[in-house]
């Protein structure tokens, strides 16, 4: 059974930074690609950032580009999403998720997690960021 658990939320200042980790178990962890999603109240859902645990191929929402750092542990079976420069706008619910390649490029595999809700989620943790 996967299990993805999530943790690192709060409340921080805008400017500020924060780390979200995911762990994850009950799958092969490198062969998918695991991402970070996040919806605010009243928004849809949206793909932040994915990483492809087999060559570390990445894909960032452009709203984070510059800002956020996605990382994994192969070795911890952990993704990491590293946040800078925080802004209000990124108040959110953020959760980590992971589906098999099955030989798509990363940016299907978000569209496919975050418009249809594909593969395995985690609970969510809460990012609020002051202004």
Known sequence: EVHLVESGGGLVQ??????L???ASGFTFDDHAIGWFRQAPGKEREGV???DTSDGGTYYA????GRFTISSDNAKNTVYLQM??????DTAVYYCAADSLNDR?????????AVYGLG????GTQVTVSS
Do not use: F, H, N
């Open 14 to 19: 805008a400017g500020g930074s924060l780390r």
């Open 21 to 23: 980790s995911c762990a």
């Open 49 to 51: 950032s994915c990483i």
């Open 62 to 65: 452009d709203s984070v580009k």
């Open 84 to 89: 800078t420069r925080l802004k209000p706008e």
């Open 105 to 113: 490029d990363i940016s299907a595999v978000v569209v496919g997690m």
């Open 120 to 123: 395995s989620w985690g609970q």
